[in-house]
C-alpha cells in the first residue's frame, strides 16, 4: 500500500483542471477515489471497541 | 438577448461562490499543515484520506470555476464529501468512547477529524443549495478564462496538493503509514 500514491494522482487531477483538460482530470478523479477505496478499506474494517 | 444577460450574471455569480468555496479548502489544508509543523503532530493515515477527499471536494469546485457549473462537477463534489464523510466519521466513532482523549490537539473545543466531519456536511449541503440555484446551467466542455483571483486560488490549492503529496511522501515514504506516526519515515533514515 503506497500511501502517497493517492496524493500523486489527486494533485494530477488538480494540475489537468487547471490546464483545462477535463477528460484526463476526470480520468484522475476516478483513479484517485478508486484508490481512496482501497485504503479506506485496508485502514477502516477493524471492528470497533463498541457495538453500533 | 435579456435571458443571456440573466444566464452570464448567474454564472460569474456561481463561479465567485465556487472561488470561495476553494479558497476555504486551501485555508483548510493550509491550517492542517500549520499545525502539522507548529506543533509536530502528524497526520495518522485516517487524517491523510480526509485531506485527500478534500482535495478531490476542491477538484470538483475547481471545475466549476474553470469550465462554468454543471451538475458534473457537483457530483464529483458530492461523492468526495461523502467519501471525507465516511474517513471523519469513522475517525470520530474510534475515539467516541468515554474516556477516549483523541486524536492529537483540539482546536476550539474540536479535533480536527470533527470539524472536517461538520465540513464535508457542509460541502454537501453546500452542492444541494448550488444545484438549485445553478438549475439552468448547462454543461460546457471548453474552459473559460478565469479571473486573476480565481487563477490565484487554484494555483495555491495546486501547490497545497503537491505540498500534500511530499509530506505524506517524506511521513510514510513509498509505503503505508503508521496508525500512530511519531516521525518522518524518509527524515530519520537521512539522520
Redesign the interface.
Given at each position: 500500500m503506497i500511501m502517497m500514491l493517492p496524493f500523486l494522482t489527486g494533485m494530477l487531477t488538480v494540475w489537468f483542471g487547471i490546464r483545462g483538460q477535463r477528460r484526463m482530470c476526470l480520468s484522475l478523479w476516478f483513479i484517485t477515489l478508486a484508490i481512496f477505496a482501497a485504503w479506506c478499506h485496508v485502514h477502516m474494517t477493524d471492528p470497533l471497541g463498541f457495538s453500533l | 438577448m435579456a435571458s443571456n444577460y440573466f444566464y452570464n450574471d448567474a454564472f460569474r455569480f456561481s463561479r465567485a461562490l465556487n472561488t470561495l468555496a476553494l479558497a476555504g479548502i486551501c485555508a483548510v489544508l493550509l491550517m492542517a499543515f500549520v499545525w502539522q509543523i507548529a506543533f509536530n503532530e502528524l497526520p495518522c493515515?485516517?487524517c491523510?484520506?480526509q485531506r485527500?477527499?478534500f482535495?478531490?471536494v476542491?477538484?470538483?469546485l475547481?471545475?466549476n470555476i474553470?469550465?462554468g457549473p454543471s451538475p458534473?462537477h457537483y457530483g464529483?463534489v458530492i461523492?468526495?464529501a461523502l467519501?471525507g464523510v465516511?474517513?471523519s466519521g469513522?475517525q470520530v466513532?474510534?475515539h467516541?468512547?468515554p474516556g477516549d482523549a483523541g486524536y492529537g490537539s483540539p482546536f476550539l473545543g474540536l479535533h480536527f477529524y470533527t470539524w472536517a466531519l461538520l465540513l464535508f456536511a457542509a460541502f454537501l449541503v453546500y452542492c444541494g443549495i448550488m444545484l438549485m440555484l445553478d438549475r439552468r446551467s448547462a454543461d460546457h466542455?471548453?474552459?473559460r478564462r478565469s479571473s486573476r483571483t480565481a487563477a490565484a486560488v487554484?494555483?495555491l490549492?495546486?501547490l497545497l496538493?503537491?505540498a500534500?503529496?511530499v509530506s505524506?511522501?517524506l511521513?510514510?515514504g513509498?509505503?503505508?503509514?503508521a496508525d500512530d506516526p511519531v516521525a518522518y519515515l524518509w527524515l530519520s533514515l537521512s539522520s
Open positions: - | 493515515p485516517l491523510l484520506l485527500l477527499a482535495i478531490m476542491g477538484a470538483g475547481l471545475l474553470r469550465f458534473l464529483m461523492i468526495s467519501a465516511a474517513a469513522r466513532l474510534l467516541i468512547a466542455a471548453n474552459p487554484m494555483w490549492f495546486l496538493a503537491l500534500n503529496m505524506t511522501l511521513e510514510c513509498f509505503g503505508p503509514c
